[in-house]
């Protein structure tokens, strides 16, 4: 997982081709108040998803995996908080993993927390089991996902 600030994103280009184009693009423009939804950006290769949430306690909030996808969370309208384990310490997941929707959740607690406020982002690795949408009130944020090659 790498956790950071927007304007610092260039350090991690090298980690995939299409976190360049992602960076730039939100970078670029206002998503703040862009409507909710998916931009495509090239194929389902790299898209961004505009979420409106509301944000839940964390004993409310289940660990998530993905197994193609890297996210990159961006916060938008005001501070999140995320938990975080390793996937190798989980056991079992709630339902065998679904591989249309990319995703298996973990009933397991988060080991460790840690709170974006807006202008930060984080990457997340299939290995990095996340909950986000944690805290309180609402939230705009952004989800990138960014297709890791066969």
Not at 20 to 43: C, H, M, S, W
Not at 58 to 86: A, M, N, T
Not at 88 to 107: H, M, V
Request: proline residues 6%; charged residues 30%; contains cysteine.
């Amino acid at each position: 997982m790498v956790i950071a600030r927007i304007e610092d994103s260039a350090r991690y280009y090298a980690l995939h081709p299409l976190l360049k184009p992602l960076f730039e693009y939100v970078k670029a423009n206002d998503l703040l108040a862009a409507p909710a939804g998916r931009i495509t950006l090239q194929g389902d290769d790299l898209f961004i998803n505009v979420n409106d949430s509301t944000l839940v306690k964390r004993d409310e909030q289940k660990l998530e995996v993905h197994r193609r996808y890297i996210d990159v969370h961006f916060p938008l309208s005001c501070e999140e908080e995320y938990g975080w384990r390793h996937l190798a310490t989980l056991g079992e997941s709630d339902a065998p993993f679904d591989e249309e929707g990319d995703y298996a959740l973990y009933s397991q607690a988060a080991d460790k927390w840690f709170t974006l406020q807006p202008g930060e982002f984080c990457i997340v690795w299939p290995e990095d089991a996340h909950a986000p949408i944690v805290g309180e009130g609402k939230i705009r944020k952004l989800v990138a996902k960014i297709r890791i090659p066969d």
